[in-house]
């Protein structure tokens, strides 16, 4: 049972526009979420996170908004660029965000077209 | 580079024979986790160190898996008597447990090819 949801495999959004990725979870527990970016061949790179009593965090052109009630989370990214280009990775984990282990969505990728 | 460095990057295989990859987190980072990868999935928790010591490990880590942190730095994943399943992506993060919040930083991962 899947406890984190990216339900788009794929966006695809001009160079200038802003991109949406979105992430459900079913756990109430979870009050760390994190996003990450994946390049082909390496490893994911952290980009931005956001505590559960928080309901947004900003960090240059990445913003993530948390919507607890509805056990939802989106990473805005805007403007978007060429080099944007990779597989987005939504993350919770639980107990004050220290904890064992770091539960993944199944990613999203997003291409941005010039 | 003060990241975390994996070895090697690729391994190649035989089903049946025996792989051993190693991890070294960021220098003052006491937490190590192992993931795995595979096609289309996102990164599933294998295990992870706090210090020296093993606090968890996952239903995927079957008894064919064994992990060691000997000495609280870097980290080995063995893989004994190899599958072709056992072919995935081996991701390895580390972080620091007083930092507020635990941010897990990844290496650039082990791809590992049994065939």
């Known amino acids: 049972d899947q406890q984190v949801k990216q339900n788009s495999p794929s966006l695809s959004v001009q160079e200038g526009r802003i991109s949406i990725l979105n992430c459900d979870y079913t756990?109430?527990?979870?009050?760390?979420f994190l996003w990450y970016k994946k390049y082909p061949a390496e490893g994911p790179t952290f980009l931005i996170s956001?505590?559960?009593?928080?309901d947004k965090n900003e960090d240059g052109r990445f913003t993530v908004f948390l919507n607890k009630s509805a056990k939802h989370l989106s990473l805005h990214i805007v403007p978007s660029q060429p080099g944007d280009s990779a597989v987005y990775f939504c993350?919770?984990?639980?107990?004050?965000?220290?904890?064992?282990?770091?539960?993944f969505g199944k990613g999203t990728k997003l291409s941005v077209k010039p | 580079d003060t990241g975390v460095s994996q070895d090697p990057r690729h391994k190649i295989t035989k089903r049946g024979q025996n792989v051993t990859f190693r991890c070294d987190p960021i220098?003052?980072?006491?937490?190590l986790y192992w993931y795995r990868q595979t096609l289309g999935q996102g990164p599933e928790f294998l295990t992870y160190?706090?210090?020296?010591?093993?606090?968890?490990k996952s239903r995927l880590l079957s008894d064919r898996f064994s992990a060691e942190r000997p000495k609280g730095s870097f980290s080995t994943l063995e893989i004994q008597r190899t599958e072709q399943g056992d072919s995935a992506m081996y991701l390895c993060?580390?972080?620091?447990?007083?930092?507020?919040?635990?941010?897990?930083?990844f290496g650039p991962g082990t791809r590992l090819l049994v065939l």
């Open positions: 160190f706090q210090n020296e010591a093993q606090l968890e």
């Open positions: 756990n109430s527990m979870f009050d760390y």
């Open positions: 993350a919770a984990s639980g107990e004050g965000g220290s904890q064992g282990n770091l539960i």
């Open positions: 956001i505590s559960s009593i928080k």
């Open positions: 220098s003052e980072h006491n937490r």
């Open positions: 993060a580390s972080s620091l447990e007083i930092s507020t919040p635990e941010t897990q930083y």
